[in-house]
């Protein structure tokens, strides 16, 4: 380990908090994780890092038990000898779209930290409310309606805020909070994203937003790079807009630079130098793209709690079925995302309705094994029907379905003849179509974002190179499965951190942050210190001729068996 500077990034997604620490040549050194629920699953009675209101729709999270978590991380960072003293700055990547409530003692409190007290002791009367609505959440359709018709449409709301309305995107979050409970939203003196969240416990003052994870709430007006009033006046009612946008604060518009140094806490607690810095946090699916170098046509796949789709974009499309962000470092670029929350615990459920394989000691061994034993489509003869399925464990985004599995069947060559299967297939048939289907509506989703890679047109139109990240990225079957239905010209690849990509790109951030000179980007700095060799592996070919094509072919099929569905089975 050289004797330089290091960087810390946090990670603070839906399961877990995890830390990571990097040097300037961006080698990791050191990294720490707390589980929610092996952690405190018991005390906080939380299940995969949440608690659940069926009646209501609310998914949510107790606010004092990511603080818990983060004096443990930390503590688990000293207990592996990490030298917290060198660490100069400090970034990082949190679920996006939840908020938190602070109440008007949070300055107060957030300023006089003492070292030999934990964080949750001495930080219970600084919020308004004890929990923060996760991105699960699907309590909002009535003021996602309101949302989608105050500015005409759900494509005029896509074009100003870069998303339609979302159940889970924070603007909808806030207007039902400030129905639901009046007092307390008259008690809360600011409202914080989890990224700004945790960079203000850091900092010991309630930190800005980011200028890309603010794109996540419906609020934010991308090309006027403020927040849209129509929607305030829609959030706060009338009277109300000029308090929202002192509970929201100001946006900070640089993702690098310092907002501050580090809170005397971590430094009398933790040993944290007086010049640690901290820099603009984000959103985990923005700082996923700071992972590595992202070329235009590369896209990452993340298979973390959500699956979601990610490519770095000059160009601004949006569209009422995805999600645009500004880029969190480069002014100009923007984030492309699809979002699903039916990716690792609906893959789950599959997995544990397979019989069980002699393998006890990988719970993924049977999964993948007929994952790789079924044909694409599950073809085995020329006279074959293609099968399709959708496994909505929770109410998916989109297409807007509420929970259910549907299973179809559709002529192969043409995707003609779509009918449903009343009986069941085998379970050893689903893994393979689980990940095929969530492929498909990736593909289905992202085509207009995509041009032939070759420059010639000889290839069809894909993305050139594919990264998978999140714990799903270590299972080589969902590697094989996502290549085959997406493509990917120069193959598949995973980060060597595995579950760790936004972890690390909030520590790339940090680097960025502080050790850019004047004017470099992200991409300059990190591009000239990345090695590829390390940092990644080529897991699979991507793109096989005959096999993209038989996708291609139903592609059709699956977005008509979705339109099907949709009209029976929309959300409530
Ligand atoms: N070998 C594996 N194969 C498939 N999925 C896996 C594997 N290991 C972990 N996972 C999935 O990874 C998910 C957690 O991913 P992670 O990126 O750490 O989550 P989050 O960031 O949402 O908290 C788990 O829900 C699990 O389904
Ligand atoms: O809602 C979204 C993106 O819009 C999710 O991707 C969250 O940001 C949570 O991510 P993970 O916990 O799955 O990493």
Redesign the pocket.
Known sequence: MSEGPLYLGFDL???QLKAIVVQSDLNVVYDAKVDFDQDFGSKYKIKKGVLVDDAEGEVFAPVAMWLESLDLVLQRLQDKKAPLNRIRGISGSC???GSVYWSRQAETLLGGLKSDKALVDQLKEAFSHPHAPN?QDHSTQRECDQFDAELGSPDRLAEVTGSAAHH?FTGTQILRLRKKLPDMYANTSRISLVSSFLASLLLGTVAPMDISDVC?MNLWDISQNNWSEPLLELTAGKDGVSELRSKLGEVRHDGGGSMGGISNYFISKYNFSRDCQVAPFT???PATILALPLRPLDAIV?L???T?FLMSTPVYKPDSSY?FFNHPTTPGQYMF?L?YKN?GLAREKVRDAVPKSSNADDTWAAFNHHALNTPPLDLKSSTDRAKLGLYFDKPEIVPNIRAGTWRYTCDAATGANLQEETGQWEAETDPRIIVESQALSMRLRSQRLVTSPDGNNKLPAQPRRIYLV?GGSLNPAIARIVGDVLGGADGVYKLDVGGNA?ALGGAYKAVWALERSEGETFDELIGKRWKEEGAIQKVGDGYLEGVFEKYGAVLGAFEEMENRILKVAKNQ
């Open positions: 997604s839906t399961q679920q996006q779209h991105w889970r996540g959103g985990d699916n993340s973390g709690t959500s979601t999600h995302m979002c990716g999140g936004c």
